[in-house]
T-cell receptor
Framework: DAGVTQSPTHLIKTRGQHVTLRCSPISGHKSVSWYQQVLGQGPQFIFQYYEKEERGRGNFPDRFSARQFPNYSSELNVNALLLGDSALYLC???????????FGQGTRLTVV | GNSVTQMEGPVTLSEEAFLTINCTYTATGYPSLFWYVQYPGEGLQLLLKATKADDKGSNKGFEATYRKETTSFHLEKGSVQVSDSAVYFCALSPYNFNKFYFGSGTKLNVKP
């Protein structure tokens, strides 16, 4: 069975640019969450989407946005990139809003 | 608020040594507690979990007991192997998998 898949695996962007990260949940899972993991730190919660609606948002600026599509895949968008946005972005999927979460391998974003 | 504090690493042990990684938490209500493991270049894998006080989570020789009186969830293993080398994250979820709060991670190096 396919796990949580994220694309791309690595990405290099310039300050001020925009980036879109993609996540495909495990088949049948309806909830997707996004986390930012800065090097040497634990992941920080960004968003949770369930049934295509935002169900939770972490302490991140409005430059960060996300959406969930009818097939339950999700995109994370970050505008006006800053050097500090360089991190591993992790997607987690779960069957429902409060079920066990399974993490993807992440997208490594480097902002130069 | 909700937060997790875990011992700083790196922790370096010889193969077959006993492992303890300390984790304490602050939470509102009755959280679920988790240990996740991250191998180099990979995402997070759930190692074990406990959903209520005095529960013991166990997997692959690792154990942790949910101690409400000391707000702790220390990870232990009786005999580590080289293959256990990874970064270990303690985490809590106040709504039972809805949203995770992670510690900063503890890197474990096991030498043959």
């Amino acid at each position: 069975d396919a796990g949580v898949t994220q694309s791309p695996t690595h990405l290099i962007k310039t300050r001020g640019q925009h980036v879109t990260l993609r996540c495909s949940p495990i088949s049948g899972h309806k909830s997707v969450s996004w986390y930012q993991q800065v090097l040497g730190q634990g992941p920080q919660f960004i968003f949770q989407y369930y049934e295509k609606e935002e169900r939770g948002r972490g302490n991140f600026p409005d430059r960060f946005s996300a959406r969930q599509f009818p097939n339950y895949s999700s995109e994370l968008n970050v505008n006006a990139l800053l050097l500090g946005d360089s991190a591993l972005y992790l997607c987690a999927s779960s069957l429902g809003q409060v079920d066990e979460a399974f993490f993807g391998q992440g997208t490594r974003l480097t902002v130069v | 608020g909700n937060s997790v504090t875990q011992m700083e690493g790196p922790v370096t042990l010889s193969e077959e040594a006993f492992l303890t990684i300390n984790c304490t938490y602050t939470a509102t209500g009755y959280p679920s507690l988790f240990w996740y493991v991250q191998y180099p270049g990979e995402g997070l894998q759930l190692l074990l979990k406990a959903t209520k006080a005095d529960d013991k989570g166990s997997n692959k020789g690792f154990e942790a007991t949910y101690r409400k009186e000391t707000t702790s969830f220390h990870l232990e293993k009786g005999s580590v192997q080289v293959s256990d080398s990874a970064v270990y994250f303690c985490a809590l979820s106040p709504y039972n998998f809805n949203k995770f709060y992670f510690g900063s991670g503890t890197k474990l190096n096991v030498k043959p």
